[in-house]
């Protein structure tokens, strides 16, 4: 049942996006009374939470069947991979890094489930210093989570900004903003990605 009202609680978020997720119209779907999807997810948060844990844990699985191997393939594989999933998926994309939920803050629990996805990418580009990222106010800010990682700080501070700046292209791909300039996104992306692996270090 649990899995049933994610699977309908998804295809209300593609048809109404995430403001308008409703837990009537999930109970109904499902075949529940409107006060019996409580006993399975108390509040809207708490669905949306579940929601969005789960799709980081897709990404996550996706991002894990990308090989190991020398850095600067791995990272243009996983790059790729982030983008692909993010265009099957579009809508658990959005729910994860699109436009925030009206009312909606996510906790704490949905913190390990992002870090496992962003762990793909520090383990394949954070080993060494990055010189732009360098600064001492940001490496001291970074050395605690950058040990949890085996990372250097100035390489964690220098993945996270590409991560973003992957985020970033693909959300504005998947949102129709580069029509009439670099769509498709083909071409933009790959330029994207070969010079991440340069800012990098990693060729």
């Known amino acids: 049942m649990t899995a049933q009202i994610l699977a309908v609680a ?7 996006g995430g403001g308008g997720l409703s837990m009537r119209a999930v109970a109904r779907q499902v075949g529940l009374v409107s006060s019996a999807i409580y006993r399975y997810f108390p509040t809207r948060e708490a669905l949306l939470t579940a929601m969005i844990i789960e799709s980081y844990e897709h990404l996550d699985a996706a991002l894990g069947r990308v090989s190991a191997g020398q850095p600067a393939q791995r990272w ?16 658990e994309f959005q729910l994860i890094y699109g436009t925030p939920v009206p009312g909606y803050v996510a906790p704490p629990a949905t913190v390990p489930a992002a870090a496992a996805v962003a762990g793909h990418f520090l383990a394949a580009g954070a ?5 732009a990222f360098d600064h001492d106010a940001l490496v001291t800010q970074l050395a605690a989570p950058a040990g949890e990682f085996a990372a250097d700080p100035s390489g964690m501070a220098a993945v996270l900004a590409e991560l973003a700046a992957l985020i970033g292209v693909v959300g504005l791909e998947l949102s129709g903003h580069l029509v009439g300039s670099a769509d498709p996104a083909d071409h933009l992306f790959e330029a994207l990605v070969e010079r991440q692996v340069h800012t990098l270090g990693l060729a």
């Open 127 to 131: 080993g060494q210093p990055v010189p």
């Open 10 to 16: 998804r295809t209300e978020i593609a048809e109404h």
């Open 76 to 91: 243009r594989d996983l790059a790729h991979t982030f983008r692909s999933w993010a265009r099957q998926y579009r809508h």
